[in-house]
């Protein structure tokens, strides 16, 4: 018997978590579950200053299996935040996959029938990056920036992931660093996605 973490959320995301869950029942899939429930809504972030995603990110390190709806990212800084970069950071996550598949009977654009596949990098995203902005605020020159980071570990580990993913769902890789824009930034990742390949 398998523990299933389960992340509820907000909105629509709640709405979905819980048609996921439907079709997961052993009546359905014949396999015995049993669901560890926790409330990531934003009203209860608020309510426990973020130590609900700290619980349920230790149940879920130790269950090794959790289904997360969408939950609300407040605008301003300062806030409880994301519980998604803090549920990342909490259990040290490299790396974020979406897979995607064809739904029996609707046609796909431009006769693409392969299923896709998105690995991504889960650390050194736009969450904790630094922001400022210059010039006149409200002004045509008004200039913001942002400064991103990423590490050789992250790159490496989505990079390894990728082609380990793809080795076992016989799938090709595609790239996307622009590296010939940023030689330095993305240039990292097309170092450790060659060094993958080969």
Known sequence: ??????????????????EAL?????????????FDWFNLGLEERRRTSN??????AKAMREAGLALKAA????????????PNAIVRELIDASVI????????????VGGAYAPIAVVRMATGD?????ERREGEAGSLDEVAYREDRITRANCR???EYAFIYAAKSGSTVYGGPKWTVSPVYEGMLKEEMDRSAS
């Open 1 to 18: 018997m398998r523990t299933v973490v389960v992340l509820e959320g907000d909105q629509t995301g709640q709405d979905l978590l819980e």
């Open 126 to 130: 736009a969450y904790n990056a630094r």
């Open 157 to 159: 580990a989505v990079s």
């Open 71 to 82: 939950t609300i990212t407040p605008e301003s800084r300062g806030h409880v935040g994301s």
């Open 22 to 34: 439907r079709a997961m029942q052993p009546d359905v899939t014949g396999v015995l579950l049993v």
């Open 97 to 108: 996959l979406h897979v995607g598949r064809r739904l029996p009977g609707v046609r796909t």
């Open 51 to 56: 130590w609900v995603v700290r619980d349920e």
